[in-house]
Protein backbone atom coordinates (compact mmCIF):
# COMPACT_ATOMS: atom_id res chain seq x y z
CA UNK A 1 0.00 0.00 0.00
CA UNK A 2 1.07 3.60 -1.10
CA UNK A 3 -0.53 6.64 0.46
CA UNK A 4 1.57 9.65 -0.11
CA UNK A 5 -0.56 12.39 1.42
CA UNK A 6 1.90 15.55 2.00
CA UNK A 7 4.91 17.36 0.56
CA UNK A 8 6.75 19.37 2.81
CA UNK A 9 9.66 20.96 1.51
CA UNK A 10 11.89 18.30 0.07
CA UNK A 11 10.29 15.20 1.19
CA UNK A 12 7.01 13.64 0.91
CA UNK A 13 5.33 11.64 3.71
CA UNK A 14 3.90 8.38 2.93
CA UNK A 15 1.99 5.58 5.19
CA UNK A 16 3.28 2.66 4.45
CA UNK A 17 1.96 -1.37 4.98
CA UNK A 18 3.69 -4.73 5.73
CA UNK A 19 4.57 -4.86 2.00
CA UNK A 20 7.69 -2.05 2.27
CA UNK A 21 8.35 -3.55 6.04
CA UNK A 22 12.22 -4.67 4.34
CA UNK A 23 13.23 -1.36 3.63
CA UNK A 24 11.84 0.15 6.80
CA UNK A 25 13.75 -2.74 8.61
CA UNK A 26 17.00 -1.50 6.64
CA UNK A 27 16.27 1.88 7.78
CA UNK A 28 15.65 1.22 11.24
CA UNK A 29 18.85 -1.34 10.85
CA UNK A 30 20.91 2.05 10.05
CA UNK A 31 19.42 4.01 12.99
CA UNK A 32 19.27 1.42 16.17
CA UNK A 33 22.53 -0.66 17.13
CA UNK A 34 19.33 -3.70 17.76
CA UNK A 35 17.72 -4.66 14.86
CA UNK A 36 14.04 -5.39 14.68
CA UNK A 37 14.29 -7.15 11.47
CA UNK A 38 11.62 -7.62 8.60
CA UNK A 39 9.39 -10.22 10.41
CA UNK A 40 8.98 -8.34 13.31
CA UNK A 41 8.21 -4.62 10.83
CA UNK A 42 5.75 -7.30 8.75
CA UNK A 43 3.97 -8.52 11.92
CA UNK A 44 3.90 -4.61 13.10
CA UNK A 45 2.67 -3.20 9.78
CA UNK A 46 -0.06 -5.55 9.00
CA UNK A 47 -2.02 -4.34 12.60
CA UNK A 48 -4.98 -1.59 11.69
CA UNK A 49 -4.16 -0.01 14.63
CA UNK A 50 -0.03 1.02 13.87
CA UNK A 51 0.99 3.95 11.22
CA UNK A 52 3.97 3.68 9.86
CA UNK A 53 4.77 7.27 7.92
CA UNK A 54 8.12 7.31 6.25
CA UNK A 55 9.66 10.17 4.14
CA UNK A 56 10.56 9.91 0.63
CA UNK A 57 13.18 11.99 -0.96
CA UNK A 58 10.85 14.38 -3.65
CA UNK A 59 11.27 13.15 -7.40
CA UNK A 60 12.99 9.99 -6.08
CA UNK A 61 9.74 7.67 -4.94
CA UNK A 62 11.76 4.64 -5.76
CA UNK A 63 15.12 5.84 -3.27
CA UNK A 64 15.24 3.78 -0.04
CA UNK A 65 12.91 6.19 2.61
CA UNK A 66 14.94 9.06 4.34
CA UNK A 67 13.29 8.52 7.75
CA UNK A 68 10.70 6.35 9.48
CA UNK A 69 8.13 6.77 12.42
CA UNK A 70 5.93 3.86 13.64
CA UNK A 71 3.18 4.16 16.39
CA UNK A 72 0.16 2.28 18.09
CA UNK A 73 -3.47 3.98 18.95
CA UNK A 74 -5.50 2.16 21.29
CA UNK A 75 -9.12 4.08 22.60
CA UNK A 76 -7.69 7.52 22.59
CA UNK A 77 -4.19 6.67 23.76
CA UNK A 78 -1.54 6.19 21.13
CA UNK A 79 2.49 5.55 21.78
CA UNK A 80 5.60 6.33 19.31
CA UNK A 81 7.11 2.49 19.13
CA UNK A 82 10.01 3.75 17.01
CA UNK A 83 11.36 6.73 14.67
CA UNK A 84 14.60 7.44 12.91
CA UNK A 85 16.03 9.01 10.52
CA UNK A 86 18.79 8.37 8.23
CA UNK A 87 22.46 9.42 9.77
CA UNK A 88 23.06 11.34 6.65
CA UNK A 89 20.26 13.66 6.81
CA UNK A 90 19.91 14.08 10.70
CA UNK A 91 19.66 17.33 12.25
CA UNK A 92 17.80 18.97 9.38
CA UNK A 93 14.54 18.97 10.80
CA UNK A 94 13.36 16.22 9.50
CA UNK A 95 12.36 14.12 12.76
CA UNK A 96 9.99 16.88 13.94
CA UNK A 97 8.20 16.73 10.31
CA UNK A 98 7.83 13.50 10.40
CA UNK A 99 6.54 13.57 13.91
CA UNK A 100 3.95 16.64 13.77
CA UNK A 101 2.81 14.81 10.46
CA UNK A 102 2.52 11.76 13.05
CA UNK A 103 0.61 13.77 15.04
CA UNK A 104 -1.75 14.68 12.34
CA UNK A 105 -2.58 10.93 11.52
CA UNK A 106 -3.07 9.91 15.52
CA UNK A 107 -4.96 12.97 15.85
CA UNK A 108 -7.22 12.10 13.03
CA UNK A 109 -7.54 8.73 14.93
CA UNK A 110 -9.04 10.45 17.88
CA UNK A 111 -6.13 9.90 19.94
CA UNK A 112 -5.81 12.31 22.52
CA UNK A 113 -2.18 11.31 24.74
CA UNK A 114 0.53 10.32 23.16
CA UNK A 115 3.18 8.37 25.00
CA UNK A 116 6.54 7.20 24.17
CA UNK A 117 9.71 5.82 25.97
CA UNK A 118 13.38 7.09 25.57
CA UNK A 119 16.65 6.27 27.14
CA UNK A 120 17.85 9.70 29.11
CA UNK A 121 21.33 9.41 27.45
CA UNK A 122 20.00 9.75 23.80
CA UNK A 123 20.47 13.80 24.04
CA UNK A 124 18.45 14.05 20.23
CA UNK A 125 15.93 11.95 20.74
CA UNK A 126 15.02 13.56 24.21
CA UNK A 127 15.53 17.07 22.73
CA UNK A 128 13.34 16.51 19.70
CA UNK A 129 10.73 15.52 22.18
CA UNK A 130 11.24 18.03 24.79
CA UNK A 131 11.23 20.94 22.11
CA UNK A 132 7.78 19.47 21.03
CA UNK A 133 6.73 19.83 25.20
CA UNK A 134 6.60 16.11 25.50
CA UNK A 135 6.25 15.91 29.56
CA UNK A 136 8.13 13.55 31.53
CA UNK A 137 5.60 11.40 33.61
CA UNK A 138 8.55 8.51 34.84
CA UNK A 139 11.21 7.55 35.22
CA UNK A 140 12.31 3.86 34.95
CA UNK A 141 16.12 3.88 36.03
CA UNK A 142 18.14 0.99 35.42
CA UNK A 143 15.70 0.02 32.86
CA UNK A 144 18.02 -0.11 29.03
CA UNK A 145 21.32 -2.38 29.15
CA UNK A 146 23.91 -1.94 26.47
CA UNK A 147 25.88 -4.34 25.04
CA UNK A 148 28.54 -3.50 27.27
CA UNK A 149 26.16 -3.91 30.64
CA UNK A 150 26.06 0.22 30.88
CA UNK A 151 22.38 0.79 32.45
CA UNK A 152 20.64 3.57 31.46
CA UNK A 153 17.20 5.58 32.38
CA UNK A 154 13.67 5.11 30.54
CA UNK A 155 11.72 8.46 30.97
CA UNK A 156 8.44 7.80 29.98
CA UNK A 157 6.96 11.17 28.01
CA UNK A 158 3.50 12.45 27.11
CA UNK A 159 1.98 15.00 25.09
CA UNK A 160 -1.58 15.75 24.94
CA UNK A 161 -2.94 16.29 21.82
CA UNK A 162 -6.09 18.12 22.64
C1 LIG B 1 16.49 11.34 17.32
C2 LIG B 1 16.46 11.55 15.82
C3 LIG B 1 15.21 10.86 15.25
C4 LIG B 1 16.36 13.08 15.54
O1 LIG B 1 16.24 13.25 14.13
P1 LIG B 1 16.65 14.63 13.40
O2 LIG B 1 16.00 14.65 12.06
O3 LIG B 1 18.11 14.80 13.46
O4 LIG B 1 15.97 15.70 14.37
P2 LIG B 1 15.54 17.17 13.94
O5 LIG B 1 16.57 17.74 13.03
O6 LIG B 1 14.11 17.13 13.45
O7 LIG B 1 15.60 17.94 15.31
C5 LIG B 1 14.46 18.05 16.12
C6 LIG B 1 14.81 18.78 17.39
O8 LIG B 1 15.69 17.98 18.18
C7 LIG B 1 16.88 18.70 18.45
N1 LIG B 1 18.04 17.86 18.17
C8 LIG B 1 18.19 17.01 17.13
N2 LIG B 1 19.42 16.44 17.17
C9 LIG B 1 20.04 16.98 18.26
C10 LIG B 1 21.32 16.77 18.85
N3 LIG B 1 22.22 15.95 18.30
N4 LIG B 1 21.61 17.46 19.97
C11 LIG B 1 20.70 18.31 20.53
N5 LIG B 1 19.48 18.53 20.02
C12 LIG B 1 19.15 17.87 18.91
C13 LIG B 1 16.94 19.86 17.49
O9 LIG B 1 17.51 20.97 18.12
C14 LIG B 1 15.52 20.10 17.10
O10 LIG B 1 14.94 21.09 17.92
P3 LIG B 1 13.96 22.21 17.26
O11 LIG B 1 12.76 21.46 16.71
O12 LIG B 1 13.59 23.09 18.40
O13 LIG B 1 14.76 22.86 16.20
C15 LIG B 1 17.75 11.04 15.12
O14 LIG B 1 18.86 11.54 15.81
C16 LIG B 1 17.85 9.51 15.05
O15 LIG B 1 17.35 8.88 14.11
N6 LIG B 1 18.53 8.90 16.06
C17 LIG B 1 18.73 7.42 16.08
C18 LIG B 1 17.43 6.72 16.39
C19 LIG B 1 16.85 7.18 17.71
O16 LIG B 1 17.55 7.37 18.70
N7 LIG B 1 15.52 7.38 17.72
C20 LIG B 1 14.78 7.81 18.90
C21 LIG B 1 14.50 6.65 19.80
S1 LIG B 1 13.50 7.15 21.19
Avoid at 15 to 40: I, P, T, Y
Avoid at 67 to 73: E, G, N, T, V, W
Avoid at 74 to 88: D, M, N, Q, T, W
Wanted: aromatic residues 8%; glycine residues 4%; negative net charge.
Amino acid sequence: MRIPFLKNNEVIFEQVSDDRADEVARLHASCFDRHWGKAEFARLLVQDNVICIVANEVGRPQAAPLAFALARFAAEEAEILSIGVEPARRGKGLARKLMDEMIRQLHAQQAVSLFLEVDSDNTPAVSLYRNMHFEEVAERPSYYSSDAGKKSTALVMRLDLV
